[in-house]
C-alpha cells in the first residue's frame, strides 16, 4: 500500500492550517481528496491526544474565554430533523486563551447551551495552577459553571459590550457599532485594567482566516462534524506549538514552558503512529507475482525456449 512521505503529510498539513480548503489542498498538492481527509482525521487524533495529555500545569494569571459561531451542513435553520441527528446545524467552538503566553489553554466543540458551558469550564481548571483572573461575554451559562470549576480560588468579571442600532443602509452581515462597554464582577477581586476579551477575539479572527471551515459566504464549510473537529484540534496545536507569535518571537507554548523549540512540521508529523505493512496482504502479493512469472515460464526449457513452438 503507498504512504505518504513525511515531507508531503508536511505540505499538506501547511496547506490546511493557512486557510485552504480541502480541495483546493488536493488540486495544489496533487493528492487524492480521500488521501487528505484520512491525514486529517489522524493527525486531528494524535493533535488531541497529545494536547489532552501535556496542555497541563499552567500558570495562568489572566484568562480569556470566548465562543465562535460555525455550522456543518447547514445552518441550523435549513437543517431537516434526520441530518440534524447526522451532526449537521450550527457548532460553537468555546476557547479559552491565556492573555500573558497566548497560550490556547483548552477548547471545547459543541452548543451554546449550559452544559457545553460546564464542560469547558472544567477542563479549564483541570489545567491551570493558582488562581486565575477570568473575564467572559455576558454568556449567562459562564457563571455557574466557573463557580463550580473554580469554587471560590478565582477572580472573575463579566464584560458586557453595548451596541447601537443597526442603520437601514448596513448589510446583513456588517455589525452593529460598539458603543460601550459595562464590567461586572461576578466573584473575587479582578483587576478593572485587566477585564478584557480582545486577545481571545483576536484569536476568533486568526480561526476564521486560517481554517477555511470558519470562512463566512464560501461553500468550504464542514461536510461532516467530525471532520471540522479534526480540523479544529489540528489548528490548535499548531498555533500553540507550531506558530511564532510576533509580539512573543516565540511560540506560546514556548512562552508557558511546555517546549523548548519551535515544532517543525516533520515533528509534528511524528505524532502519528509508524504504520507497519500489512504482512498478510504482502504475502498474497508474493504469491500472485510468483505464479505469474510460473506461467509465463510454463512449458519453457532452460534456453528460455518452448520447445512445443
Known amino acids: 500500500m503507498n504512504q505518504l512521505s513525511t515531507a508531503k ?13 480541502i480541495n483546493a489542498t488536493c488540486r495544489m498538492l496533487e493528492v487524492g481528496k480521500h488521501t487528505v481527509l484520512r491525514l486529517l482525521v489522524d493527525m486531528g487524533c494524535a ?4 494536547h489532552h495529555l501535556h496542555v497541563r500545569g499552567l500558570r495562568v494569571r489572566r484568562l480569556q474565554c470566548d465562543e465562535i459561531w460555525a455550522f456543518v451542513g447547514a445552518k441550523r435553520k435549513n437543517v431537516s430533523p434526520e441530518r440534524e441527528v447526522e451532526g449537521w446545524g450550527d457548532v460553537w467552538t468555546w476557547t479559552a486563551i491565556d492573555a500573558d503566553t497566548k497560550m490556547i489553554v483548552t477548547y471545547f466543540i459543541g452548543d451554546r447551551g449550559k452544559g457545553a458551558a460546564y464542560e469547558f469550564m472544567a477542563d479549564c481548571a483541570e489545567r491551570i495552577i493558582g488562581r ?3 473575564t467572559t461575554d455576558a ?4 457563571a455557574n459553571a466557573i463557580e463550580d470549576a473554580f469554587g471560590a480560588d478565582v477572580d472573575y468579571a463579566m464584560l458586557h459590550k453595548l451596541y447601537g442600532a443597526a442603520t437601514l443602509d448596513e448589510s446583513r452581515y456588517s455589525p452593529a457599532t460598539c458603543i460601550g462597554c459595562d464590567m461586572k464582577v461576578v466573584s473575587g477581586d479582578p483587576d478593572p485594567k485587566h477585564v478584557s476579551t480582545s486577545y481571545v477575539e483576536r484569536q476568533n479572527l486568526s480561526m476564521r482566516m486560517g481554517m477555511r471551515r470558519f470562512t463566512r459566504l464560501t461553500n468550504g464549510f464542514s461536510k461532516k462534524f467530525e ?3 479534526h480540523q479544529i484540534a489540528l489548528y490548535f496545536f499548531h498555533y500553540n506549538f507550531c506558530r511564532v507569535y510576533k509580539t512573543l518571537r516565540v511560540t506560546p507554548a514556548m512562552e508557558a514552558g511546555l517546549a523548548d523549540h519551535v515544532w517543525t512540521l516533520e515533528e ?3 505524532l502519528l503512529p509508524e504504520t507497519k505493512p500489512n504482512r498478510r496482504i504482502e504475502k498474497e502479493m508474493i504469491s500472485q507475482a510468483l505464479k505469474r512469472m510460473d506461467e509465463r515460464n510454463y512449458g519453457k526449457d532452460e534456453s528460455g525456449i518452448n520447445p512445443l513452438s
Open 9 to 21: 503529510r508536511a505540505q499538506i498539513i501547511a496547506a490546511l492550517v493557512e486557510g485552504n480548503s
Open 139 to 142: 454568556l449567562r451559562h459562564y
Open 227 to 229: 471532520n471540522h473537529a
Open 132 to 134: 486565575p483572573q477570568i
Open 268 to 270: 509534528l508529523c511524528s
Open 47 to 50: 493533535c488531541a491526544a497529545y
